[in-house]
Structures are given as C-alpha cells and as structure tokens.
C-alpha cells in the first residue's frame, strides 16, 4: 500500500527551530512536495525536493533520503505566523498521472 | 492569491438538495483537479482533467458529478449527499497531468466547506 507518516501535532518557540518529520512507502516516486496551510485557507506550496540532499529557501528547507523514504522540513528563525498545518505529499512514478498522496499533515503551534 | 479561486466558500445542504461547486483558474494551466478534505485525514484525490478530458477518478461516489466545460473552469455537481460527504473540497491546477516535469507543481484553490444535514 501507500503512506506517508507525518506527527499529528508539535508545538514549538517563537524565534527558535523546528523538524517536520515525514516518512512515506509509495509504489513509484517521482518527488516529495511540502505545502502550508493556514486554518481555512489553501495550502500552498514551499518546496520540492526530487534528489538527495537539503533544498534551502529563505527561513525554510527541506530534506530528502529516497533509500530511507524520509524527509524533513526545518522552519529556523520561528514566527507565530508559521503556525499552519504542514503537508507532506509524495507524487507517483514518472509519466504517471501527476498524483499526489498526502499525509494527515502536522499541526504547528508557535507560541511566544 | 494563488490564482485558482473556488465558489461558494460555504455551503450547507439537506442530503436531497442538488449543488454544484466552481472552480476557475487563472493560471493557464492544462490539468485541474478535485480533492476532499475531511478532518484528521489526509487530502484524498478524487478527480484529474486534463484538457477537459477526465483521466483519473478515484472511486469516488456517484453522487460526486465532475464537469470540466474548458481547461480553465471546473464544477462538481452534489447530488443526494450524505452527512459525512461534509468536507472542504480544494480545487488544484498544475502545467500538466502527466508528472514529466519534476516541479510541476499543484496549486490550491481556498476550498469549499461543505455541510450536509
């Protein structure tokens, strides 16, 4: 079958840093996508990682090992604006219909 | 603003009453896509268009009625809904329905908050 496992919530510090963690087992893989999305609003996209290795943006990265099926998204420099669900999705086998499986998503609170 | 907006924001609906949600995308996109969202569960993939053609329906009810007229607007018709139908329906886009290229990525429409009673 296919699953992507994310934490459910994680609470975390104004100004400090934080790891999202997601694990996935999918049939086929052609990138993992992370998205954020703010309580009743659309979830948009931050990054995409379809190699090996740290993709830096700005306050946000994120990793990807495909032997361990594993990635993270670190938040460094934390605002209490990043307080938001965190999508973890992985899209099927190249030449595929461009699916993406989601995971459950992770809840992040920042406080002050 | 995303570029992909979805009418109504809210809905509420008796389980005998026929609805349609909108979507429309101003991004010149080719592929456009229906997802469910319930709480607590991951967002489930339940139609892809591809240049008005529909290519992917994961077996998704009946009652669920996709249209898409143009590559640019796409409805999902309700029919004889049932309570846990409710859910907020995001509407996505992206450059293609085929995942060629690697950072084709989906873009999110705002959703729909659907209430059956």
């Known amino acids: 079958g296919q699953n992507i496992d994310q934490p459910t919530e994680m609470t975390a510090t104004e100004g400090a840093i934080v790891q999202i963690n997601c694990t996935y087992q999918?049939?086929?893989?052609?990138?993992l996508f992370w998205y954020q999305q703010h309580a009743g609003e659309a979830p948009t996209f931050l990054s995409y990682?379809?190699?090996?290795g740290l993709e830096e943006k700005g306050r946000f990265s994120s990793f990807l090992s495909r032997s361990k099926g594993y990635s993270y998204l670190l938040l460094k420099e934390l605002q209490m604006k990043d307080s938001a669900s965190y999508l973890c999705?992985?899209?099927?086998?190249?030449?595929?219909?461009?699916?993406?499986?989601f995971g459950t998503g992770t809840l992040l609170a920042v406080q002050p | 603003e995303t570029g992909v907006t979805q009418t109504p924001r809210h809905l509420v609906m008796g389980m005998t009453n026929k609805k349609s949600l909108k979507c429309e995308q101003h991004?010149?996109?080719?592929?456009m896509y229906w997802y469910k969202q319930s709480a607590k569960k991951p967002l489930e993939l339940m139609f892809v268009?591809?240049?008005?053609?529909?290519?992917e329906n994961n077996s998704v009810p009946s009652r669920f009625s996709p249209e898409c007229p143009n590559s640019s607007h796409l409805f999902l018709h309700l029919h004889t809904l049932q309570p846990e139908d409710s859910a907020l329906y995001l509407c996505?886009?992206?450059?293609?329905?085929?995942?060629?290229?690697?950072?084709?990525?989906?873009?999110f429409g705002p959703g729909t908050r659907l209430t059956v009673l």
């Open positions: 991004l010149g996109h080719n592929a």
């Open positions: 990682n379809v190699l090996d």
């Open positions: 268009y591809s240049l008005e053609e529909r290519v």
């Open positions: 996505a886009s992206s450059q293609d329905a085929i995942g060629r290229r690697g950072t084709d990525t989906q873009y």
């Open positions: 999705a992985v899209r099927g086998q190249s030449g595929a219909t461009n699916k993406l499986i």
């Open positions: 999918t049939s086929g893989f052609n990138g």
